[in-house]
């Protein structure tokens, strides 16, 4: 059976006050558009165009050049937006699967029940509606079936009789049509109504009036949600976000405050691990077994591994070995790998750099462009000067060098294996394995100087103790 997909989203989204069209942003890291173009292809429909207007680059943009386009120039009507795809579907047989583009909710379960729904009617059959039953359904077409249940006709709300208005089930503007019938229903409908649009929803009371039948299949309404303006972007984002957390507390995944959290759809947790409260976990993050992440933690493309903390700090596009201490406070830049048994804590941040295991910069650490070995002791200050105005170099670091606090390493020394670096040393040049390297001037002591100082002014010196009992 040919299936074909006609996907809407030529709507100029006037109510989410943007600049962007509502079908890029983004929901738990997916943008909605890419959502529905997913569940399509899940449920086996490769072949999709998408009606698009004013921001068919954006759209472009998302969802590649593997699907096809038609431009809807002027706005009038989802009918009129489903016909600009007539010469893709004219003189095709099969199902055409309509949705709206908005509807980040949508999954393949849903369009394959309706496809279901389709082997199982009658011959007759013209369509399949996946309706809902709205708490609410201000602002929606309303089903509307007669005495023998069967549906009747699609009212949108703005033509809705007072007895209409009452009715729960509505229109979530998904559709399964027989492509032949969409195409010459789509022929007939006019723009005779309170929005003077021409109406899709007109092609169910035209197919009927021509003696088909058209089934539905009511689905949980949240499934059916769509996104109009920034508020229910934030509901369905947050009821995404939901699900995305119930999955992997199902997993064995520790959530604490599920209200406080958010994980994109991507991210893989393993078991026993506690995610604290303020934690987000973003991109492909990858984390894993008997993990504390957070509180207020954000963790973005990168993969964690098993037995780390991470505690309030901020890791992009990098990796963590196991059982690392991470935080509080620490600034993990794109680029880092490292290694098992890492200690790094209050403001230490690292970029772009190879961290070897078991090496600590317990605090106020910056290492940047730079390959670190084992067992590395960074005293509190270090700092690797890795930029010379022009070029971002690194150091290189070898295995069990001790760095005392508050040193410089000017980039692109290479420290030698086991050498030590005195405290408050600035290196400029390499130092030999197994040595001491000291880069700062000879301490020199000058005595009595500051009773000598005062003796000058002519004054005697008092103690400082001394001069306190006065006051
Ligand atoms: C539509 C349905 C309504 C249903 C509701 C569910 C119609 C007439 N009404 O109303 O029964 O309950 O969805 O959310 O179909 N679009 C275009 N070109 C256009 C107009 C719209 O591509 O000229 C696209 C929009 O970008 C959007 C989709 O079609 O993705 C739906 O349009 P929208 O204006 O949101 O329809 P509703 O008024 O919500
Ligand atoms: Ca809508």
Redesign the pocket.
């Known amino acids: 059976m040919e299936i074909s997909a006609v996907v ?4 100029k ?1 006037t109510r989410m006050k943007s600049k962007h069209s509502k ?1 890029v942003f983004q929901v738990s890291g997916k943008p909605i558009i890419q959502w529905v173009a997913d569940a399509l292809q899940e449920a086996g429909c490769q072949d999709q165009v998408y ?1 698009v ?1 004013e921001a068919q680059a954006e759209i472009r943009g998302v969802l590649g050049e593997n699907v096809a386009y038609v431009l ?1 120039e002027e ?7 489903v016909m600009q795809a007539a010469p893709f579907l004219e003189g095709r047989d099969g199902l055409t699967i309509v949705l ?4 980040p909710m949508v999954s393949a379960d849903t369009i394959k029940k309706a496809l279901d729904a389709f082997e199982n009617a009658t011959s007759n059959c013209a369509a399949i509606l996946i309706t809902a039953e709205a708490d609410d359904p201000t ?3 309303r089903i509307i079936r007669g005495d023998d249940g069967n549906v009747t006709k ?1 009212v ?1 709300h703005k033509d809705c009789t007072p007895e209409e208005l009452k009715v729960k089930e ?4 998904m559709y399964v049509f027989k492509t032949p019938l969409l195409l010459s229903a789509l022929g007939r409908i006019g723009a005779n109504n309170a929005q003077k ?1 021409y ?3 007109d092609t169910i009371g035209i197919l009927i009036g021509d003696g088909y039948t058209v089934g539905a299949v009511v689905c949980d309404f949240d499934d059916t949600r ?1 996104v ?1 303006d920034r508020i229910q972007l934030a509901q369905v984002r947050d009821i995404m976000n939901h699900r995305i957390l119930n999955y992997h507390m199902k997993n064995g995944v520790e959530i604490v405050d599920p209200n406080a959290t958010w994980i994109h759809y991507a991210v893989e947790i393993g078991q026993d691990t506690v995610i604290l409260p303020g934690t987000t976990l973003l991109g492909n993050t990858n984390i894993g077994e008997d993990c504390i992440i957070g509180e207020n933690t954000r963790i973005d493309c990168s993969d964690i591994g098993d037995g780390t903390v991470v505690d309030n700090s901020i890791v992009t596009n990098s990796s963590i070995g196991k059982n690392c201490r991470i935080g509080p406070y620490t600034h993990i830049r794109p680029e880092c790998r490292i290694e098992d048994k890492v200690t790094l804590g209050a403001y230490v941040e690292v970029k772009a750099s190879t961290v070897g295991e078991n090496t600590r910069a317990r605090h106020l650490t910056y290492i940047g462009d730079s390959k670190v070995g084992r067992n590395v002791n960074f005293g509190c200050g270090t700092v690797t000067c890795n930029f010379d105005g022009q070029d971002k170099i690194g150091c290189t670091i070898e295995d069990n060098v001790f760095i005392g606090g508050n040193s410089n390493i000017v980039s692109s020394v290479v420290l030698g294996k086991d050498c030590y670096i005195a405290a408050g040393s600035t290196i400029t040049s390499d130092v030999p394995a197994l040595s001491l390297g000291i880069g700062r001037s000879k301490q020199l002591n000058k005595e009595n100087w500051v009773a000598n100082k005062s003796r000058m002014r002519g004054e005697n010196y008092i103690r400082l103790d001394d001069r306190r009992s006065e006051f």
């Not at 706005?75 to 937006?81: E, F, I, N, P, V």
């Not at 509505?170 to 503007?173: E, V």
């Open positions: 809407m989203a030529a709507g989204s079908v009606i207007g809807q706005q009038r009507g989802t009918g009129h937006a709206p583009g908005d509807c602002g929606y077409g699609i949108e509505i229109n979530s503007s649009e109406y899709l929803t769509g109009n």
